[in-house]
């Protein structure tokens, strides 16, 4: 099940019915309704979700750092419009590999890497999208530059990222180009988050 949050049933809507088409149940909530039933509803609820559509609404990145406390499922924010400010305060809201996940770490990082990943393209491959980038990790290029140092098969992490491009170029086929930006360290204040070079300061 995907989870629509929008205070616009008009938007709201529209997702529903086309990702009924493909067979995809959904629930649709305004924000604040959303916040009351995230809240109250129980662990089994939660893990049913396959992923959280946030519309554009105020305070949206509370939104996604709640739902990052309590399920792995991916949270995907729609934007009205592009800005800068917008993009940085939703990573900012996101999970990265400072994350540290129960044992076995593996599955968490596949379900939030490789199968939202593939997911996604899959749907945006339907939907008509011709272009797209995903965000990865700096890891993924050390993996590539030093084979002979198998990071892959040691670090759960950098195993999801190998996967989680090969899955997304997989489910792109020919129809969609995609790029994948290995990002080092991105230097700079977040609001809400500790940086982490802090320390040094």
């Known amino acids: 099940m995907i989870i629509l949050v929008d205070d616009r049933t008009d938007v ?6 086309s990702l009924g088409r493909e067979g995809v149940s959904t629930a649709t909530f305004t924000p604040s309704d959303f916040d009351n039933w995230f809240h ?3 662990g089994p609820d939660l893990a049913a979700v396959e992923a959280f559509v946030l519309g554009d609404f105020a305070n949206r990145e509370h939104c996604t750092r709640a739902i990052k406390t309590r399920t792995e499922a991916p949270a995907i924010a729609l934007n009205d419009s592009t800005g800068l400010e917008t993009t940085l305060k939703l990573f900012a809201a996101g999970v990265d590999d ?3 996940p129960p044992r076995p770490a593996y599955p968490f990082f596949y379900k939030g890497n490789v199968l939202a990943t593939e997911r996604l393209v899959r749907l945006a491959v ?3 999208v011709q272009r797209a980038v995903i965000f990865s990790s700096y890891f993924l290029e050390f993996e590539r530059r030093w084979p002979e140092l198998r990071l892959a098969e040691k670090h759960p992490y950098i195993r999801s990222r190998v996967e989680q491009e090969q899955a997304a170029l997989a489910a792109a086929g020919s129809e969609l180009n995609l790029s994948t930006l290995l990002l080092p360290y991105i230097f700079g204040s977040m609001p809400g988050r500790l940086p982490l070079w802090k320390p040094l300061r």
């Open 40 to 42: 109250s509803t129980s």
């Open 126 to 128: 339907q939907a008509g």
């Open 12 to 17: 709201t809507d529209a997702y529903r019915t």
């Open 98 to 100: 400072r994350v540290v």
